[in-house]
């Protein structure tokens, strides 16, 4: 009898931070670093303090913004503990521990600061 | 008839009744435009030195018998020509990640027993007997699977995949996309049998998508496909499980 992997938990993490980084990340760049930067579709104002902490001043935009924090994080750390283990550095508790903690921790953090814009 | 050249053959040559360890022996081979590597072992053996040992039959890349490593890649030596390696010298070696036999032949012990364990054979729903009469399919059905269904059990893939290489527990490319190509057959219904085999850490979690598997293939079956489906089969296993505890099986 074989035992099941628990694998799915963190590959959908990752499959969806994957989806997230190639749909939102590259609109992200764009918008931030290149159409803002040169003025083009958007208003002066646009990433603006002020506006950006109105927005994310919303439960529903905080949220967002923290889950896609936290899968691009899980996305990361499932390609980095993956990585180490093609380079030859045996899978051990201890780096999975590292690597998805951290993405845990850091999706914690995300949360709690997304919580704090809306509550202050 | 095209002009003979002379191509130097430096070959991996071990017994492991008589040899502590292997080690390379260099032949001078003359060779025609059309010679194949494989021609050019069998020229090895037939003129210059009738103990080097490697596998061979159909010439035609059909029976999968004479995979082997040149310069370091996994190739069938059948449809590889000296005339493009020429005029470097080609190393020739067994395939990577198996124990070896003698000389150029590997142990492929450890892949037969990982294919059987994926039921690499239909599993009707219900018993048939010739009065069924034939089981048609449509070409449709037929495309489902017959990608997957060209493997020749070459094991270039295996020779290939970093991850079998690390932990041979892998159940690896060839196997796994085997298993996808009966799961896939419309005429079969063995899919839940075969569905430990995929959800286990050694099934379609030991792949990390690599893709050299799909890369060396000599007959196009992208067992990288194969697996990274069966990814979506098993998350979907995993997690549906709990919302169908009971007769849920694929």
Redesign the interface.
């Known amino acids: 009898?074989?035992?099941?992997?628990?694998?799915?938990?963190v590959?959908?993490l990752f499959g969806a931070g994957g989806v997230f980084a190639a749909l939102l990340g590259t609109m992200l760049v764009l918008i931030i670093g290149i159409l803002v930067p040169m003025g083009l579709g958007f208003g002066p104002d646009a990433m603006h303090y002020d506006s950006l902490r109105s927005l994310f001043g919303h439960p529903l935009p905080a949220l967002g913004l923290a889950v896609v924090i936290s899968l691009f994080l899980f996305h990361g750390a499932h390609r980095i503990y993956?990585t180490l283990?093609?380079l030859?550095i045996p899978a051990s508790k201890r780096m999975m521990l590292a690597c998805y903690g951290s993405a845990a921790a850091g999706s914690g953090v995300a949360l709690l600061l997304a919580g704090m814009l809306v509550v202050f | 008839m095209s002009q003979t050249r002379t191509i130097m053959i430096e070959c991996l040559r071990y017994d492991p009744e008589q040899d502590q360890a292997p080690h390379y022996r260099t032949y001078e081979v003359p060779f025609t435009d059309e010679m194949s590597v494989l021609e050019g072992l069998q020229y090895i053996k037939d003129h210059l030195d009738g103990s080097l040992t490697f596998r061979w039959s159909c010439r035609m890349a059909i029976c999968g018998s004479c995979g082997c490593m040149v310069n370091h890649q996994p190739i069938l030596s059948c449809q590889s020509f000296l005339r493009d390696y020429y005029p470097a010298r080609i190393r020739v070696e067994p395939l990577e990640h198996f124990p070896i036999v003698k000389d150029l032949v590997i142990d492929q012990s450890d892949f037969l027993g990982k294919l059987e364990s994926v039921t690499p054979y239909l599993v009707p729903a219900q018993p048939l007997t010739p009065e069924d009469g034939p089981n048609l399919q449509t070409p449709r059905q037929i495309e489902d699977y017959l990608g997957y269904a060209q493997c020749i059990n070459c094991l270039l893939c295996y020779a290939a995949c970093?991850?079998y290489g690390?932990n041979n527990a892998f159940t690896g490319p060839a196997a796994l996309a085997l298993l996808a190509r009966y799961n896939a057959d419309s005429r079969d219904a063995g899919q839940k049998t075969r569905m430990?085999?995929v959800?286990?850490?050694?099934?379609v979690?030991g792949c990390?998508l690599?893709g050299l598997c799909s890369e060396v293939c000599p007959k196009h079956v992208d067992p990288a496909r194969a697996i990274n489906r069966n990814?979506i089969n098993?998350?979907q296993d995993?997690?549906l499980r709990f919302l169908a505890p009971f007769g849920r099986g694929s």
Do not use: C
Not at chain 1, 1 to 9: A, V, W
């Open positions: 009898m074989r035992t099941r992997s628990h694998e799915p938990i590959w959908s993956h283990h093609d030859g | 970093p991850q690390l430990e085999v959800n286990a850490e050694e099934g979690w990390t690599v990814k098993s998350t995993y997690f």
